[in-house]
Every structure is written in structure tokens, then in C-alpha cells.
């Protein structure tokens, strides 16, 4: 994943509530293998309504995305944020977020950030003329107008985004510790993995560990 | 010792903490993982990419589920048709060529115990109390009816738990939501959940871990829980717990992959160690009483939506909340519904009755006891049962519950997510009705322009026979 530092630049002055994954990508745009392509299918409702935001010509490309509260809320699908991502959508600014989307929206370098209400209600008014600006490493959204919105991260997820750094290899790194809690939970727990008992389904393969 | 009164959330969480960073998040170990077509693909091609293994294939189980046509899966000789959406069939060929090159244990679509990821997990004890349970899907929280820590995942934490069967978390608050006092008649587990979240609303539970708790519960069946689990998510809580009794042992016991011998014995010992402390401090705490709970059904496209099937339609103008006004405004405009009509006057034209919220054998038996001796009316163009599993369904003929629904007009159908999502062939077309037992009522969630209604089965069955959102009291007493 690429560092993020900064967003910068114009945002859809959206605040719609409740936007549920089925709004940012419905279910039939799911069958795909791969995270590519589903900008096309992103906000499909929306866009197919005369006058939308997205293909309002003045909003095009933005890299900013301003909502209302329960953001991403719905679905575990992750096809939400690969949407996003794919029409060039870096930061989600809204009151709240469903947890499994902020949890997705950070895996694919899009920052998930939250504002009091009053705060996103004068980013949509500054949003609709004017860039705005979201600061990773002094935590601000701040505008020409010299409006200055701090916000907060999760310091571990900050520090991924930062540094663009990839999960799964940091905590392979952890490997000797994962191993000790396996062991100590074999003995504490033993039926944990004993009863796993899938005898009797399909199991082959050369990637079997 | 424990030095302090403990949650049943974290207990779990203590004894799943595989290293504490410094800035408070830990590395939990995950000891269950449930795998299906949609959200593992990218995951397995991460892997691949990276030259990766599978840490754990033995806590793992793969299943097809959201793709697969709920229509007739081999013809009269036996052999698997194909499926016609070349999209669905290249997910579904993906996922067992993944499970078999990197020997994750794998359910089939001809297997008898295939079914919704959700249901076959307890049905196959392969989901256990006091353990960490994750999907790439959002109703995982169903599990914790059965006492597991279990929440929904993206694709990247799919990927993050294949490699190394853990997840980097943050540990929840904690929300108890207490239901006291004895459900009345025609009242079910579903009209329970669904008056929770009109209560908290569809954001109500966000970053809280809901344990559900008080008399209504400890009397539902692990079928009932399993409901009221499952739609935590709709109040925006990724998991909802419920500790572990002896209706979870019982049910458990003898489950294909549940402990046996010695270690069910120790399992069991142990199990009755995880619920709350008497002292246990919630972080919010939000009570119900049974007797405020009626036969409940959503009018909107929020889950949050609810309202008893007594009730009408909410003027917009009624909200307080300017935002919200404008909401249910919007909603009433895709629902093509007007304030003030009464929910009884409400036509429906087609009834879906399965998904993981009310699929399993006690909820075609509660749709079968509204629909026996009657007929679906004129009306109702497409009337589903879709069983949750391969061995829901088997069961459900032994009781002869399948002719109950061919007979009235239904079409018993294969097991799978169906309508619940519109994914596969099972849609709901645009402008038209649905009253759905299923979890999510939002914009196009069942095919595009399709208005959903949720509710529970019997209050389907009782729609489907009437042509019109029901109140399944009144139809039954009717005939008493
Ligand atoms: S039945 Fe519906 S909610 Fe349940 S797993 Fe399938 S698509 Fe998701």
C-alpha cells in the first residue's frame, strides 16, 4: 500500500445518512475475482437519477467524499472500498462509519474521517466553491477559509497509512508468539482444534500446510 | 483470580490476546473461520501473490452460499447443470479450486450439509462457545447465539486470518440489551430483534459489542437466538453475544464437529465459566419488556424502520430530526407508500421465506403452522421457502412440511442466500412488494427497485395467504 500523508482537493458535498453498502456497490457487481473495475458500478442508484453528485461536472474526480452519520454501514463486503478507491475517492469525511467500513477504508489507503455534525455541515458548504485539505500527521481538515477541524485515528492505523505498511507482513513477523498461543491454548482449550472435526470434507491441494 | 467482575465479551477477549501493543491494540487469535465464494477470492490470490499458506486449514470450513441458484442443482440423471450467470459460475469454480490448492476443508454444492455459511456453521458445531469466530460477511454475528465472539470481516482481514489466523483489533465497548418477561402470542424471536433496533437504531450499537440478556432470551431456543444474534449488525454492532446455557450445550452435543468424549466434558466445564459476573459493568445498558413487543415488520428503508403491524405509516413531518425527515421521505417515495396508511392495507406480490436470519427448521415449521389448509392468494406472484441448509431441508420433508407449502402454492426450493440478496436469479422486480423474513430492507437490496418489508415467518406465511402485510394473531385466532 502507498503512504498517505495528505488529501487534498475538492469534495462531493454529499452528507446523505445511513449510506449502506448496497448504495455504494450493489450485490450483483460482486462476482468479480478481482479488486479492480468496480468504480463503474459504484453509487449505480445514485447515478442513474438525473442531476447526481458524481456526475455533477464540478465534483468530478474528487478526491474527497463528504456524508452523513453510519457511513458504510451494512454489508462486511470490502467491494465497498475497492469502489471508492477505483473513482479515485482517498478520504470519506461523516460523523460516524459502520466499524467493518472504516476497517475496510483503512486496508486500501482510504482515510475514514470523523467530524461533529456541525463540522461536516460547514465542510458541504465550503465544499461546493472551494478545495479542502485532510492532514495526516497534524490530524486536521482545514479549508482556504482558514477553518481547522482536528480529528482523531487509531495510532496503530495511522502509523499503516503513514507508512504504508502491510499488515499481514508485520504480523507474520510475530510468527514465534502467534506459535507460543497455540501451543498454550492447546493445552488450556484442547477441543478447540481436536473437535475441529472436518473428517469427511473435501480437504487436497499443494498449498496445504 | 480475576481481580474484577468480568463481561461474557471479556472473557473471550482475555483469553484470545496473542500479544497488547503498546497503543492498546492486540493481536487476537481467531479459532474459527467460515469461508464463502463472494469476499474470499481476492483474498486467496493475495496469497498466492505473496507465496503464502493457509496457517490453519483445520479451523477453517469453505461453502458455497449468496451465488449458487436455489432452482434444481443436478438433472434427472444426476448430474450437476450448469449455472447459467458465467460471473456466479467463475466464483463458485474459483472457490474450489482455492480450497483445494491451499487444503482448506470444503462443504460442496451437492453436499447434503450445504447451506448458508451461517446456518451450517452451528448446525455443524463447528461454531462453539467461548471461541473467535469470523466470515467475510456481515452476519457472522449470528454465531454469538451460541456464546462465540463473532463478527464480520472485509477481504483484506480474510486474507489477514488465512495467513496467520489472527486479527489486529481494538477492544469493543460493551452493550447489554436486556429482553424481561414472556413474549405473547404470535410474538417471535425476529419481532424481538427488530424492536431492539427500532429502539437503538441502525447505528445504535456502532463500536459496541451487544450481549443480549434477560428472560426472553434464556427462553428462546438456540434456533430463536441465532435470529436475534444475526441482526445485530442492522443495529450497527458487528457482534451480539449470548452467553452459553445448558439450551447451548444440549444443542451442541453430538454435532458433527462438536468436542466429543473427554474434551466435550472439559469444553463443557469451561463454557459454564464464560458468562457475565453478577457485577459485570456494561458500558450502556438498554432494557425491553416483552409485553411492549408485538408481531413488529419495517415500513422503510432503514432497519431501523420498525413499527408493530397494529401501526400505520410515519409522516415524514413527525421526525424531529430535520435529516431524518428528509430520510423517510425518500423512503416512502422508493416504498411507494404514503403516511398514515394503515401496515394492513399494504398488498404484497411476493413472500421470501429463508436467508440466515429465518431459515432453519423451527421457522418453516412456524410458516408451515400459518399456511396449512390455506392457499397463497391470487395476488402473490412468487411465494419462496428456501431452507437454510441441505439438512434443514431433508428435515423439513421428514415432517412432511414441504407438501404443507407445495401444496398451498409455494416453491420449496435449494438451499442458499436466494432472495435475501439479489445476487443470484432469486430478485424481487422493480416496483414490486415483498414481505421478506430476511435482514435488509435497504434501496435495491433484493433486486433494483425492489420494496422489502422485513418481518418473521409467520408473519410472511400469514401475508402470503392474505395478499397483504398480516397480523398473524388475528388470522390465527380466527381460526380457534
Ligand atoms: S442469507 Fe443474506 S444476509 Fe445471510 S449470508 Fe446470505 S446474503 Fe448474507
Known amino acids: 500500500m502507498d503512504p498517505v500523508r495528505q488529501v487534498e482537493g475538492c469534495a462531493y458535498p454529499w452528507g446523505a445518512k445511513n449510506i449502506d453498502t448496497d448504495i455504494i456497490i450493489p450485490a450483483h457487481w460482486l462476482k468479480t475475482t478481482t479488486r479492480e473495475g468496480l468504480g463503474r458500478g459504484a453509487f449505480e442508484t445514485i447515478r442513474a437519477q438525473e442531476g447526481n453528485i458524481f456526475d455533477d461536472p464540478r465534483y468530478a474526480g474528487s478526491p ?129 482444534s481436536v473437535g475441529a472435526g472436518n473428517e469427511g470434507v473435501a480437504i487436497e491441494g499443494d498449498r496445504r500446510t | 483470580m480475576a481481580s474484577r467482575p468480568l463481561t461474557l465479551y471479556e472473557k473471550i477477549w482475555a483469553d484470545h490476546v496473542v500479544e497488547r501493543r503498546d497503543d492498546g491494540t ?73 480450497v483445494a490448492e491451499f487444503g482448506v476443508p470444503y462443504i460442496d454444492a451437492l453436499d447434503a450439509r450445504q447451506g448458508i455459511v451461517h446456518v451450517i456453521g452451528p448446525e455443524q458445531g463447528f461454531t462453539l462457545p467461548g471461541t473467535t469466530l469470523v466470515c467475510g460477511d456481515s452476519h457472522t454475528s449470528a454465531h454469538g447465539a451460541l456464546g462465540a465472539l463473532a463478527f464480520g470481516i472485509g477481504t483484506s482481514e480474510v486474507e489477514h486470518v488465512l495467513a496467520t489466523q489472527t486479527l489486529l483489533l481494538q477492544q469493543m465497548k460493551t452493550m447489554e440489551v436486556r429482553v424481561d418477561g414472556t413474549l405473547g402470542f404470535g410474538v417471535s424471536p425476529k419481532d424481538v430483534v427488530l424492536a ?55 444443542y451442541l452435543k453430538g454435532r458433527p464437529m462438536a468436542p466429543k468424549g473427554a474434551d466435550w466434558d472439559k469444553a463443557v466445564a469451561y463454557w459454564r465459566t464464560l458468562p457475565s459476573d453478577a457485577a459485570a459493568q456494561y458500558d450502556r445498558s438498554v432494557q425491553l419488556h416483552a409485553t411492549d413487543i408485538a408481531p413488529s415488520l419495517t415500513w422503510g428503508t432503514s432497519p431501523e424502520d420498525v413499527v408493530p403491524i397494529t401501526g400505520h405509516i410515519p409522516d415524514p413531518e413527525s421526525f424531529a430530526d430535520p435529516s431524518k425527515r428528509v430520510a423517510a421521505q425518500k423512503s416512502l417515495d422508493y416504498m411507494g407508500l404514503t403516511a398514515g396508511t394503515a401496515m394492513q392495507d399494504i398488498g404484497v406480490e411476493h413472500v421470501f421465506i429463508g436467508s440466515c436470519t429465518n431459515s432453519r427448521i423451527e421457522d418453516l415449521r412456524a410458516a408451515a403452522a400459518v399456511v396449512k389448509g390455506r392457499r397463497v392468494a391470487d395476488r402473490v406472484r412468487q411465494a419462496l421457502i428456501v431452507p437454510g441448509s441441505g439438512l434443514v431441508k431433508r428435515q423439513a ?83 380457534a
Open chain 1, 64 to 192: 474527497i467524499l463528504i456524508a452523513g452519520d453510519n457511513f458504510g454501514c451494512g454489508s462486511s463486503r470490502e467491494h465497498a472500498a475497492w469502489a471508492l478507491a477505483d473513482l479515485g475517492i482517498k478520504a470519506v469525511i461523516a460523523p460516524s462509519f459502520s466499524d467493518i467500513f472504516s476497517g475496510n477504508a483503512f486496508k486500501n489507503g482510504i482515510v475514514p474521517v470523523v467530524l461533529p455534525q456541525e463540522a461536516v455541515d460547514r465542510l458541504i458548504e465550503v465544499a461546493k466553491t472551494e478545495e479542502i485539505t485532510i492532514d495526516l500527521e497534524t490530524m486536521t481538515v482545514t479549508t482556504p477559509f482558514q477553518d481547522r477541524f482536528t480529528f482523531e485515528l487509531d495510532a496503530f492505523r495511522r502509523q499503516c497509512l503513514l507508512e504504508g505498511l502491510d499488515e499481514i507482513g508485520l504480523t507474520l513477523a510475530r510468527d514465534t508468539a502467534i506459535s507460543k498461543f497455540e501451543s498454550g491454548a492447546a493445552e488450556a482449550r484442547p477441543w478447540i
Open chain 2, 26 to 98: 492486540c493481536l487476537i487469535y481467531i479459532d474459527r473461520h467460515l469461508v464463502h465464494e463472494v469476499t474470499s477470492p481476492q483474498a486467496f490470490a493475495g496469497l498466492r501473490a505473496q507465496g503464502r499458506k493457509v496457517r490453519r486449514p483445520d479451523l477453517t470450513l469453505a461453502v458455497p452460499d449468496h451465488n449458487l441458484p436455489t432452482t434444481a442443482r443436478v438433472d434427472a440423471a444426476g448430474n450437476m447443470l450448469p449455472i447459467a450467470d458465467p460471473e456466479s459460475a467463475n466464483q463458485l469454480s474459483t472457490l474450489r479450486a482455492n
Open chain 2, 196 to 250: 431492539i433496533i427500532g429502539k437503538i437504531g441502525a447505528a445504535g450499537g456502532t463500536g459496541y459489542v451487544i450481549e443480549f440478556t434477560g428472560e426472553v432470551i434464556r427462553a428462546m431456543s438456540i434456533e430463536g437466538r441465532l435470529t436475534v444474534s444475526n441482526m445485530s449488525i442492522e443495529g450497527g454492532a458487528r457482534s451480539g453475544l449470548i452467553a452459553p446455557d445448558e439450551t447451548t450445550f444440549a
Open chain 2, 397 to 479: 420433508e421428514a415432517e412432511g412440511l414441504d407438501q404443507i407449502f407445495i401444496s398451498a402454492g409455494f416453491q420449496w426450493r435449494e438451499p442458499g442466500c436466494s432472495m435475501c440478496l439479489a445476487m443470484n436469479p432469486d430478485k424481487v422486480p422493480s416496483g414490486e412488494r415483498c414481505a421478506s423474513t430476511s435482514n435488509r430492507n435497504f434501496v435495491g437490496r433484493q433486486g433494483p427497485g425492489a420494496r422489502t418489508h422485513l418481518l418473521s415467518p409467520a408473519m410472511a406465511a400469514a401475508a402470503a395467504v392474505t395478499g397483504r402485510l398480516t397480523d398473524v394473531r388475528e388470522l390465527m385466532s380466527a381460526d
